[in-house]
């Protein structure tokens, strides 16, 4: 496969993805299957599926991968993700979330386990060596984060190696004590390649510039960056009396998981983004609102997220128009305030380049 671009390793001589990569229809193509079919994708709370029996259908990254999929919480009250793709002819399972004690396929009467295991079929009497295990419903890979699922139908790397070093940061947080706020969540379509918005988001290199609100929050000189196998984190440090996490002088913690979701961290609890890919040029962004301590809302580096989003959104459109340009070949790395984006573009050019299965 022409891989079309390479990320030298050393940032000082590294150049970025060239504006091909955003142009180009094929490796959006491509990236569905190598890159988010292989990925770990945030999908929703254990709340969602509180007890024994209950169930909940959703769809993998709707718009893009479209994979069906279903949470159910089985008879000992185990978390189980399977396909809701019956294993029979292909009709979808269940379609409505709710609880049950067992699923049944409502084409030709097939029932499973809530594991997924198969538990009968009408008219199969005859059938030779049935069932074998294909006849179960298909599993889907579950991670949990402090109750947070994410599910992968292959994921390239393993959920601990995703979320451990944000498991260890953050350890000291009662996450068991955040609680989904709809009035404070919402979604955002932005006319730009997903990757244009992750790349915008692995930076702090452009709060002077773009947030001017922001920027009088944070101080910039202190702003750091870390990174991980498949992840990365960006710390903000608080420039004055802002809210900051007990014992510290931080007002933020930007955690990114590879390739399309984002755990914001502030003292009044977590901002869940993922970046759901529509088309070449055109992405929703979800903000998922988990409350911890109230009374902090509104305040600090976290206090205006709708606003420092409108901010995001209108620059990584005008980026969007900058990238078709013909003139626009692409460019090189800050290396002291961008290497979250180098390390995204490497993880971009290693992902692209494995095998798919």
């Known amino acids: ?125 005859e059938a030779q060596d049935f069932p074998t295990p294909a006849d179960d419903l298909q599993r889907a890979s579950l991670g949990s984060f402090g109750g947070l699922l994410f599910a992968g139908l292959d994921p390239l790397a393993g959920f601990e190696e995703l979320v451990g070093a944000m498991r260890d940061l953050t350890g000291h947080l009662p996450l068991d004590e955040f609680r989904f706020d709809p009035t404070r969540s919402r979604d955002y379509l932005v006319q730009a390649h997903w990757a244009l918005y992750v790349d915008n988001y692995l930076e702090g290199f452009h709060v002077p510039f773009v947030h001017p609100d922001l920027a009088r929050s944070l101080d910039y000189e202190a702003y750091a960056t870390s990174l991980f196998p498949w ?87 005008q980026v969007q128009r900058g990238v078709r340009a013909r003139l626009y070949r692409g460019g090189r790395f800050s290396p002291t305030r961008e290497q979250a984006v180098h390390h995204f573009h490497r993880l971009l050019e290693r992902a692209l380049g494995e095998a798919v299965p």
Not at 36 to 47: L, N
Not at 238 to 257: C, D, K, Q
Request: net charge neutral; proline share 6%; with cysteine.
């Open 1 to 125: 496969m022409d891989l079309r671009f390479k990320i030298d390793p050393e940032i000082r001589r590294a150049s970025t993805l060239p504006a091909s990569f955003y142009r180009s229809q094929a490796l959006f193509d491509e990236a569905r299957e190598r890159v988010f079919a292989r990925s770990w994708q945030f999908v929703g709370h254990e709340r969602e599926v509180p007890r024994p029996g209950s169930v909940r259908p959703f769809d993998l990254l709707p718009g893009y991968l479209d994979e069906p999929l279903l949470l159910t919480r089985d008879e000992a009250g185990v978390l189980q993700c399977l396909s809701n793709v019956c294993s029979h002819r292909g009709n979808l399972v269940q379609t409505e979330a709710g609880t049950c004690h067992a699923l049944r396929c409502r084409y030709h009467g097939r029932r499973f386990r809530l594991d997924g295991r198969f538990a009968s079929m009408p008219e199969f009497e």
């Open 231 to 317: 992840s990365s984190l960006q710390t903000g440090v608080a420039r004055g009396a802002e809210p900051v996490f007990a014992g510290t002088s931080v007002a933020a913690l930007y955690f990114w998981l590879f390739p399309n979701t984002m755990l914001n961290f502030y003292p009044w609890g977590l901002s869940v983004n993922v970046v759901r890919p529509l088309g070449l040029e055109r992405s929703k962004v979800s903000f998922l609102t988990y409350v911890w301590r109230p009374e902090l809302c509104d305040q600090g580096a976290g206090g205006a997220l709708d606003k420092v989003e409108r901010e995001d959104e209108h620059v990584v459109e």
